[in-house]
């Protein structure tokens, strides 16, 4: 094939001329990310994922590096979308506590289960994006996205850890009030009567659910409950 002519017969985004001129670019203008830029436009999300990550990780242009880091992260989010439509990912429910078991127990720690790969370049991608733009507008946003990845996959010390700095940083967004359920739940499967009580009284002091006076009922009930069971134990 000549230099600068286009096979019809390959997509468009994987012209061996473009690429070779994409390429030849990143030596001046952040031809590498344009590229990254590319493959995201054509659905290629793993590849542009990697493309992306080659530039945010080799800081050669401080011009694209948030740009890359988020790129990185969406790519692998959309990755993530399309094989759960594809049949190929489990889309796993969060964890909720069992109903039926009402029994007062000692504290029981759950085995965390195996996370698929995917998943933890997702959870990757987006730790490093917020370590090169903490202030990034969709934060809080990103982290829940990390802490559901933990969460749904019963690393819940990995998860709580992102939810309470959700609840710290953007105590007034939806987010925040959003992460106190998957905190009280992890604790409730895991029989932690006493940090039940603890966060609890946390929430309700910081008025995290103020205006939503079913739940603020729901966390008084909860928390009589985890004290309930803290004092069988003793």
Do not use: C
């Amino acid at each position: 094939m000549q230099a600068g002519k286009v096979n019809l017969n390959i997509p468009f985004f994987e012209q061996p001329a473009l690429k070779i001129d994409l390429m030849l670019k990143s030596r001046r203008s952040g031809g590498l990310y344009l590229y990254a830029d590319a493959l995201y436009f054509s659905f290629q999300y793993e590849k542009a994922a990697q493309q992306y990550v080659l530039v945010r990780d080799t800081k050669a242009n401080q011009k694209y590096l948030k740009d890359a880091a988020f790129g990185a992260f969406d790519s692998y989010k959309m990755l993530v979308e399309e094989l759960i439509q594809e049949g190929k990912l489990e889309q796993k429910d969060n964890p909720i506590p069992d109903p039926a078991d009402v029994t007062p127990k000692e504290v029981t720690p759950v085995e965390p289960e195996e996370i698929p790969e995917v998943y933890l370049k997702l959870a990757s991608a987006g730790d490093m994006l917020l370590s090169i733009n903490p202030d990034h507008e969709q934060a809080s946003k990103i982290i829940s996205r990390i802490a559901e990845i933990y969460y749904k996959y019963r690393h819940f010390d990995k998860a709580r850890t992102r939810y309470f700095d959700i609840i710290e940083r953007f105590p007034k967004e939806y987010a925040a009030r959003w992460s106190a359920s998957p905190i009280v739940n992890s604790y409730l499967i895991e029989k932690d009567y006493d940090n039940i009580a603890k966060v609890t009284s946390k929430f309700l002091d910081i008025g995290l659910f103020a205006g939503d006076p079913a739940f603020v009922d729901g966390l008084k009930i909860t928390r009589v409950g985890a004290l309930f069971n803290k004092a069988i134990l003793l």
